[in-house]
């Protein structure tokens, strides 16, 4: 019994550490946002580096999700004469739940590993503590550009994914599966809430902040020389998509107690 007491208690204070950890970084970077000067030329690189150069993988999502869903959705409304509901559902899926989850995640894959490795490269070549002998601040040099990057970019990144994705539908709708055009979009604009994007924006912003702040402590917790590194970089990776899709569910029981059914 004492056993399966040690065994289980060593992985839960391990996790309960690094929570500790991340939470510690949160609050050292918001601190340093708000009583340190931005660096303008660092912060304008990562918004390069985060959202501009992300823009290709997010476009490919979104306009094969958008267009994959739409089929799958027609091919089984099709069957209940609801061919023009088709709209409505993959317009609400895309902003509530499709497009932020799947651009967190490629987001994570594509970023959440530089940054990592990046920074976790710098901590085993000691360039971090360089750059404390010079009387700069690592968490306001390395994690704050790349935190206000992160929250600009995400909800920007997840709306050009959503009007892809909805741009996709429409088309494979209109032009592969012969679907009204004027009933496909006169239902979308009708069931389409403004909560709904309120929710998706909102999303982004949430993972955006959960794939900066992982990514970066592993790269800053980074040990054992290269294989560290890839070690880092890979548990930081898997932990941010975990994160994104734990986090995903409560949000979507939050928003839905915030914003009603009838809300408008």
């Not at 019994?1 to 500790?20: H, W």
């Not at 510690?24 to 609050?27: G, P, Q």
């Given at each position: 019994?004492?056993?399966?007491?040690?065994?289980?208690?060593?992985?839960?204070?391990?996790?309960?550490?690094?929570?500790?950890?991340l939470v510690?970084?949160?609050?050292d970077t918001f601190r340093c946002i708000f009583t340190h000067k931005l660096r303008w030329k660092l912060f304008l690189n990562q918004v390069v580096e985060v959202g501009l150069l992300s823009q290709l993988v997010v476009v490919i999502t979104g306009g094969f999700t958008g267009a994959v869903f739409t089929a799958q959705t027609f091919f089984q409304f099709n069957k209940l004469g609801m061919g023009s509901a088709v709209g409505?559902?993959?317009?609400?899926?895309l902003c509530r739940e499709l497009a932020p989850v799947l651009t967190a995640l490629m987001v994570a894959g594509r970023v959440g590993a530089a940054m990592s490795a990046e920074i976790g490269t710098m901590k085993v070549t000691e360039q971090i503590d360089a750059l404390r002998a010079l009387a700069v601040y690592?968490?306001?040099?390395?994690?704050v550009p790349r935190a206000l990057a992160m929250m600009v970019s995400m909800p920007l990144l997840v709306a050009e994914c959503i009007a892809v994705g909805v741009a996709a539908g429409y088309?494979?709708?209109i032009f592969l599966l012969d679907i009204n055009g004027t009933y496909y979009m006169a239902n979308m604009v009708r069931w389409t809430r403004s909560r709904d994007i309120i929710m998706g924006l909102s999303k982004a912003f949430c993972f955006g902040i959960l794939i900066v702040f992982i990514s970066c402590q592993k790269g800053l917790t980074t040990r054992e020389g290269a294989v560290g590194v890839?070690?880092?970089t890979t548990e930081a990776v898997v932990n941010a998509?975990?994160?994104v899709l734990i986090c995903n569910f409560f949000l979507t029981m939050l928003f839905n107690i915030i914003y009603p059914a009838g809300y408008q």
């Open positions: 019994m004492v056993r399966f007491f040690n065994a289980l208690g060593s992985p839960l204070l391990s996790f309960c550490q690094y929570l500790g950890e510690l970084l949160a609050t409505a559902v993959v317009s609400v899926s690592p968490v306001d040099y390395l994690v088309l494979v709708a890839g070690r880092a998509s975990l994160a």
